[in-house]
């Protein structure tokens, strides 16, 4: 019998990505995103499907299945009955038929891509369904109550159900114009960050608030008795007004979500030049309160109604680590995962493996995230010959360390002289963070190392926090928990006594957005952090996404470009070292 060979997608929406899963296995998944040079690309991930389709050494002919997480029959009964009741605008309705047709044009799409021409079938799985199944099934649990958190996608906004082994129910949902990621994603805009995934911001500036703001805030959502949540239609437009999505160049662009009254409520929204005030501080704790009202609500009537103790957890909302960092707070459940793409990439995968799980075995468990592209050292060699000149002119010397032991010990040494070093290795990682493959490193203890990295290279606002990668086996010694974060997922408190000594990574609030590193998914990784444990006491790195102000880099060449124009001290490419040697003259 023919190899089950399917190609899961996400495509024209945010995050477009691809993956390919052989026999319930995973081979290979990434997003558009690293390809287009393009953060959040929203259109027909056709360079991540190739990708996907010569990680597997096959071609679209081999394919069986392309799995789409997008079904425009889901929930077609109660979009009609929105429009014939709730009557929206006639540009609203016409944005949401664009999009159904261009939903149905992944035919024409596939049609396109070099290779034999695909014979199998196009699935369309319904968008939360996906989210589910993305949760899920990659979870080490073979049973869970399963919850998917987002914007919207396919007329919802939330879903739940049960995962047995092989079987995904979807329970029940939150359906359009009501949502948290709205909620949350207006509060973002109004707060003056108005470009796509500037949520992460509005998390980071919450800690610094108090909860003055908090009553007027509660006002945007009410929490229902069955667990769901319904916004105040009143301060929002989505649900009649038409700023549906726009791919500009293929990123995302969407128009203010909330109105007027809004304004008229909280005082006039901040304009993105004007400089942050403790008002706008407020604002921002008051939005990630609510936020988590309503998320704990929903877990935790589930939980009641279900029993079970895991919960596998999806979408796009489920990036918010610092509620995530709480759940087993706030809520009874004891165990939590999260996918590495928790968000719309991840619905690829989702909707991959609802069409495989149809096979009665389950597929395995996610425990690392490193499914994007490699590059041979010989590559990497060429690379740096081809780019010999341009690499002497920035005062840079290039040094090959065969010998693994080595290179992390070079390395970790630069590190623990304050270095800032770029780490450029084995396969890119799949999902938004970057996690010991196409990172930067730098040295937690010191406190100036967030103002090194925000003047070198990332520029970001001084008020969001860097992340650590801790050793596993080290976590229970600098945080308040124990346990498997290996997709930088959560927030969770720094030991207190601890927080001194590694300034760079403690929030204001003396949380770290941390991620676990074992040695089995990630050996190289590993024996690094190790190394800067045995040379400083200190079993972690601070670990940011290799990248100024682009996506994550991808291909050495990128990682190459990225050092060169930034004031990195180091670059580690493979088993190259490329050290700056002196400050280049301008
Ligand atoms: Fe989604």
Request: hydrophobic residues 40%; charged residues 25%.
């Given at each position: 019998m023919a190899a089950d060979l399917i190609l899961g997608i996400n495509a024209y929406?945010?995050?477009?990505a691809s993956c390919i899963v052989r026999d319930g296995k995973l081979l290979a998944a990434a997003e558009e995103e690293r390809f287009?040079?393009?953060?959040h690309w929203a259109g027909f991930p056709s360079q991540a499907i190739n990708y996907c389709l010569s990680e597997a050494k096959v071609?679209?002919?081999?394919?069986t299945h392309v799995a789409v997480?997008?079904?425009?029959?889901?929930n077609f009964f109660r979009k009609l009955r929105y429009v014939a009741f709730a009557r929206p605008g006639p540009r609203l309705l016409l944005n949401r038929w664009r999009n159904r047709q261009q939903v149905a044009h992944v035919a024409d799409e596939l049609r396109a891509l070099p290779g034999r021409p695909f014979a199998g079938t196009i699935e369309h799985v319904e968008h939360h369904l996906a989210h589910l199944a993305s949760a899920f099934?990659?979870?080490?649990?073979?049973?869970a109550t399963v919850v998917s958190v987002d914007g919207f996608g396919d007329f919802a906004s939330a879903a739940w159900g049960c995962g047995h082994e092989t079987a995904l129910s979807l329970d029940g949902r939150v359906l359009f114009p009501h949502s948290l990621g709205i909620f949350y994603q207006a509060m973002t805009q109004y707060l003056?960050?108005?470009?796509?995934?500037?949520?992460y911001k509005l998390m980071g500036l919450?800690?610094?608030?108090?909860?003055?703001a908090r009553h007027e805030v509660e006002k945007l959502l009410a929490l229902r008795d069955d667990g769901s949540f319904a916004l105040?239609?009143?301060?929002?437009?989505h649900h009649k007004d038409d700023i549906a999505y726009e791919w500009h160049g293929g990123e995302p662009v969407c128009g203010p979500l909330f109105s007027q009254a809004l304004i008229d409520a909280l005082g006039p929204a901040r304009n993105p030049e004007a400089p942050i005030e403790d008002r706008h501080r407020d604002l921002a704790f008051a939005t990630q309160a609510v936020y988590e009202d309503g998320f704990f609500h929903l877990l935790n009537t589930l939980q009641r109604r279900n029993g079970n103790t895991a919960l596998a957890l999806a979408g796009?909302?489920?990036?918010?680590s610092v509620a995530n960092g709480k759940i087993k707070d706030r809520t009874p459940f004891t165990k939590c995962y999260l996918q590495a793409?928790?968000?719309?990439?991840?619905g690829a995968i989702g909707a991959a493996y609802v069409v495989w799980h149809r096979s009665g075995s389950r597929a395995s468990e996610m425990?690392?995230?490193?499914w994007g592209p490699s590059f041979s050292n010989a590559e990497l060699a060429t690379l740096l010959t081809d780019h010999h000149a341009a690499i002497r002119a920035e005062g840079c010397t290039v040094q090959r360390l065969d010998d693994p032991k080595e290179l992390v010990e070079t390395t970790a040494r630069a590190i623990a002289e304050g270095l800032v070093v770029g780490w450029f290795q084995g396969r890119m990682e799949w999902?938004?963070?970057?996690?010991?493959?196409?990172s930067i490193l730098g040295d937690?203890?010191?406190?100036?190392m967030k103002n090194i990295l925000n003047l070198k290279?990332?520029?970001?606002?001084?008020f969001r926090p860097f992340a650590p990668s801790v050793l596993r086996e080290a976590m229970a010694d600098w945080f308040i928990r124990d346990d498997d974060?290996?997709?930088?997922l959560q927030v969770i408190p720094i030991r207190p006594e601890r927080r001194r000594q590694i300034?760079?990574?403690?929030?204001?609030?003396?949380t770290g957005r941390l991620q676990t590193v074992d040695r089995a998914s990630n050996p190289r990784y590993y024996s690094l952090i190790a190394e800067f444990f045995r040379l400083t006491g200190v079993p972690m790195v601070l670990n940011t996404s290799f990248n100024e102000n682009e996506?994550?880099?991808?291909r050495p060449n990128e990682a190459l470009d990225c050092f060169l124009r930034t004031?990195?001290?180091?670059?580690?490419l493979g088993n190259h070292v490329v050290r700056r040697n002196k400050v280049s003259s301008d």
């Amino acid at each position: 019998m023919a190899a089950d060979l399917i190609l899961g997608i996400n495509a024209y929406h945010a995050d477009a990505a691809s993956c390919i899963v052989r026999d319930g296995k995973l081979l290979a998944a990434a997003e558009e995103e690293r390809f287009r040079r393009v953060k959040h690309w929203a259109g027909f991930p056709s360079q991540a499907i190739n990708y996907c389709l010569s990680e597997a050494k096959v071609d679209l002919g081999d394919v069986t299945h392309v799995a789409v997480n997008r079904s425009s029959r889901a929930n077609f009964f109660r979009k009609l009955r929105y429009v014939a009741f709730a009557r929206p605008g006639p540009r609203l309705l016409l944005n949401r038929w664009r999009n159904r047709q261009q939903v149905a044009h992944v035919a024409d799409e596939l049609r396109a891509l070099p290779g034999r021409p695909f014979a199998g079938t196009i699935e369309h799985v319904e968008h939360h369904l996906a989210h589910l199944a993305s949760a899920f099934y990659p979870s080490p649990f073979g049973d869970a109550t399963v919850v998917s958190v987002d914007g919207f996608g396919d007329f919802a906004s939330a879903a739940w159900g049960c995962g047995h082994e092989t079987a995904l129910s979807l329970d029940g949902r939150v359906l359009f114009p009501h949502s948290l990621g709205i909620f949350y994603q207006a509060m973002t805009q109004y707060l003056g960050f108005p470009n796509y995934g500037d949520e992460y911001k509005l998390m980071g500036l919450a800690a610094y608030g108090s909860s003055s703001a908090r009553h007027e805030v509660e006002k945007l959502l009410a929490l229902r008795d069955d667990g769901s949540f319904a916004l105040n239609l009143q301060y929002f437009r989505h649900h009649k007004d038409d700023i549906a999505y726009e791919w500009h160049g293929g990123e995302p662009v969407c128009g203010p979500l909330f109105s007027q009254a809004l304004i008229d409520a909280l005082g006039p929204a901040r304009n993105p030049e004007a400089p942050i005030e403790d008002r706008h501080r407020d604002l921002a704790f008051a939005t990630q309160a609510v936020y988590e009202d309503g998320f704990f609500h929903l877990l935790n009537t589930l939980q009641r109604r279900n029993g079970n103790t895991a919960l596998a957890l999806a979408g796009g909302c489920a990036y918010n680590s610092v509620a995530n960092g709480k759940i087993k707070d706030r809520t009874p459940f004891t165990k939590c995962y999260l996918q590495a793409a928790a968000g719309d990439a991840g619905g690829a995968i989702g909707a991959a493996y609802v069409v495989w799980h149809r096979s009665g075995s389950r597929a395995s468990e996610m425990i690392h995230a490193f499914w994007g592209p490699s590059f041979s050292n010989a590559e990497l060699a060429t690379l740096l010959t081809d780019h010999h000149a341009a690499i002497r002119a920035e005062g840079c010397t290039v040094q090959r360390l065969d010998d693994p032991k080595e290179l992390v010990e070079t390395t970790a040494r630069a590190i623990a002289e304050g270095l800032v070093v770029g780490w450029f290795q084995g396969r890119m990682e799949w999902g938004p963070r970057a996690l010991g493959n196409r990172s930067i490193l730098g040295d937690p203890r010191r406190p100036d190392m967030k103002n090194i990295l925000n003047l070198k290279i990332k520029r970001r606002e001084s008020f969001r926090p860097f992340a650590p990668s801790v050793l596993r086996e080290a976590m229970a010694d600098w945080f308040i928990r124990d346990d498997d974060v290996p997709f930088m997922l959560q927030v969770i408190p720094i030991r207190p006594e601890r927080r001194r000594q590694i300034p760079a990574v403690t929030h204001v609030d003396g949380t770290g957005r941390l991620q676990t590193v074992d040695r089995a998914s990630n050996p190289r990784y590993y024996s690094l952090i190790a190394e800067f444990f045995r040379l400083t006491g200190v079993p972690m790195v601070l670990n940011t996404s290799f990248n100024e102000n682009e996506p994550v880099v991808c291909r050495p060449n990128e990682a190459l470009d990225c050092f060169l124009r930034t004031k990195m001290d180091l670059l580690v490419l493979g088993n190259h070292v490329v050290r700056r040697n002196k400050v280049s003259s301008d």
